[in-house]
């Protein structure tokens, strides 16, 4: 006897309603879905040149990161199956299947990079630069370039292997390993970042210089989702009566970003990036500089509370998500600083008000 939609439905309920109220370090999870096939598909992607070092894959805090000269590979906990996928696509920010495989790719590239000790040989020097060059936050790109493959830039990370020599290393290799880059026939034209693929071709297809056990396999620093206390509904702020303040930001994030044309709200997420002219989400805009964010409100209401101002900023998130903002590529870094200003100063006022 089959069972009625009805009763699928509210099953279907009843068991979300279970999960919004778990907190999230007693959840079971592991790789489902979307996102089983994205992690074999790149871990075939690998073998399939020889290499056969698979990263440390681990489900942890907020966005894709690789430990500094290690091999943990953090992937977003909210990604791990459909339904969690569903909720950040829902209430924070959309991640497509092809951006996942990217991000993946470009993750892959730093665990190798690390793991092999690439960075170490004097022609990944010459042709990357000084690995241990100052990591910055915030950076000038050229958008003309030519001397970087652009890879990340199809997820809103405009110009990123232009970074460090790390991210060029990292994004060079994505665009290697990616099998639909076509990148002998995109960068032919290109001759430095054309030249930096047929470095990444040569070492490890040719050389074979990741094939066989790397010499690193140092995990370093993890943070996994078993460390975060808050429930499901918690941190997505599902339930909760919207916090009357954070609706006074309402006029000051559409002041600083721009409203995402209509006609463009009712296309895909690839075609959006396409159709907004190199403008990508206001709430992906703040994850990816949430450590700069973080570190400058925690100067005002101290370490111990860095818990709140994640989701302090997650509730920022949530708002340019509903009002469609979205941030210019050509004007990222203005973008940064009047954000920085004026979330600075609402907290400030927070604390006055309580004190």
């Known amino acids: ?42 871990i075939g992607e690998l073998r399939a040149r020889g290499i056969t070092f698979v990263p440390a894959y681990y489900l942890g805090e907020d966005d894709f990161w690789t430990a500094d000269r290690a091999v943990s590979v953090n992937i977003p906990w909210y990604l791990a199956n459909p339904t969690l996928w569903r909720l950040v696509n829902d209430h924070l920010f959309e991640y497509s299947r ?23 040989r004097r022609d ?40 460090h020599p790390d991210e060029d290393w990292a994004e060079t290799f994505a665009v290697w390993l990616d099998p639909d880059s076509h990148w002998r026939r995109r960068y032919r034209d290109w001759q430095v970042a054309f ?41 997505f702020d599902i339930g ?33 990036r396409t159709h907004t002219a190199n403008a990508q989400s206001a709430a992906r805009f703040i994850q990816q500089h949430q450590q700069i964010l973080v ?27 509903n009002e469609h903002l979205v941030v210019p590529d050509s004007r990222r870094t203005e973008k940064l600083v009047e954000l920085t200003v004026v979330a600075t100063w609402h907290v400030v006022d927070g604390i006055h008000r309580l004190s």
């Open 240 to 272: 909760d009566v919207v916090d009357k303040a954070l609706m006074e930001y309402r006029k000051d994030l559409q002041d600083i970003f721009v409203r995402r044309p209509p006609r463009a709200r009712r296309t895909t997420a690839a075609a959006t």
């Open 195 to 235: 030249a930096k693929l047929e470095y990444v071709d040569r070492i490890v297809e040719l050389e074979g210089a990741c094939r066989g056990s790397p010499s690193n396999v140092r995990l370093g620093l993890r943070v996994p989702y078993t460390d975060m206390r808050e429930t499901v509904a918690e941190y």
């Open 1 to 42: 006897m089959s069972r009625s939609p009805l009763t699928s439905s509210v099953e279907r309920e009843v068991g979300l309603q279970k999960l919004l109220s778990t907190r999230i370090c007693d959840l079971d999870l592991r790789p489902e879905g979307t996102l089983a096939e994205c992690v074999e598909q790149v």
């Open 124 to 163: 990944w020097t010459q042709t990357f630069g000084d690995f241990r060059r100052q990591y910055r936050d915030v950076y000038n790109p050229n958008p003309w370039s030519r001397d970087y493959v652009r890879y990340l830039h199809r997820a809103g990370m405009y110009h990123y292997a232009q970074k």
């Open 295 to 321: 570190d400058r409100l925690s100067r005002w209401i101290g370490d111990s509370d860095r818990r709140l101002i994640h989701r302090f900023l997650r509730q920022l998130q949530a708002l340019c998500t």
């Open 98 to 120: 092809e951006e996942v495989l990217m991000y993946l790719r470009h993750e892959a590239g730093h665990a190798i990079n690390y793991a092999f000790e690439l960075w170490r």
